[in-house]
């Protein structure tokens, strides 16, 4: 009888934490609009709403993705559980160290409101295609312009200020604009002011 009894002992106070509240725990993830992907640690794991099996003390953030919305990040902060104050006496709690259950995920619940992404205007789109076609290839583009060969660049600045411009792209103008500009961000940001829709 003190054998068992003795069993007992040793069973209930080697890793309670572990025996107790095991070394996993539920976490809940849901978000609105709903059928975000959930990363943890960088792994998909599914979409909301959600609930997982998370192995405790393993994970640090948890990310919520959507197309059209801001992602959002947040630590998967962990706690003491208090469970593993009862195998203090029996182990100094090194078995629900080892096994991570002296710890807990808090909150265990997650709900995030996503927000829209801002659409960039189509200014702001006009810009970004000049500035990265000019300071890629200014050099080139201001040879061809010199030479009066429309080469491979020149065609690509003419085709994007006529998709994005309502204002027909002149290569004497732009070729005017490249011999007064002292560098090729000055010559994307002239020809980005000359051809802006909004002027």
């Known amino acids: 009888m003190k054998k068992l009894s003795m069993l007992i002992i040793i069973l209930f106070f080697s890793g309670c934490a572990s025996i107790i509240n095991g070394t996993k725990q539920s976490v809940t993830f849901t978000s609105s609009p709903s059928r975000a992907q959930v990363l943890v640690d960088g792994r998909s794991i599914g979409v909301t709403p959600l609930t997982a099996s998370l192995k405790k003390n393993k994970y640090d953030s948890v990310m919520f993705k959507k197309e059209g919305y801001e992602a959002q990040a947040f ?3 962990k706690s003491f559980d208090g469970i593993a104050l009862l195998n203090i006496f029996w182990d100094l709690s090194t078995t629900d160290a080892i096994t991570g259950a002296i710890y807990e995920y808090e909150p265990g619940q997650f709900h995030v409101i996503l927000e829209k992404e801002e659409q960039e205007t189509e200014g702001e789109v006009f810009e970004t295609v000049i500035k990265n076609l000019v300071l890629g290839f200014g ?3 201001k040879s061809g312009l010199a030479m009066d060969v429309n ?13 994005h411009s309502e204002k027909k792209a002149n290569v004497e103008v732009i070729k005017a604009i490249a011999a007064s500009s002292e560098n090729n961000l000055q010559f994307a940001n002239e020809i980005v002011d000359y051809y802006s829709t909004n002027k």
């Open 75 to 77: 630590p998967l902060d």
């Open 139 to 141: 050099e080139e583009i």
């Open 151 to 163: 080469g491979e660049a020149v065609s690509a600045l003419v085709q994007a200020i006529n998709l």
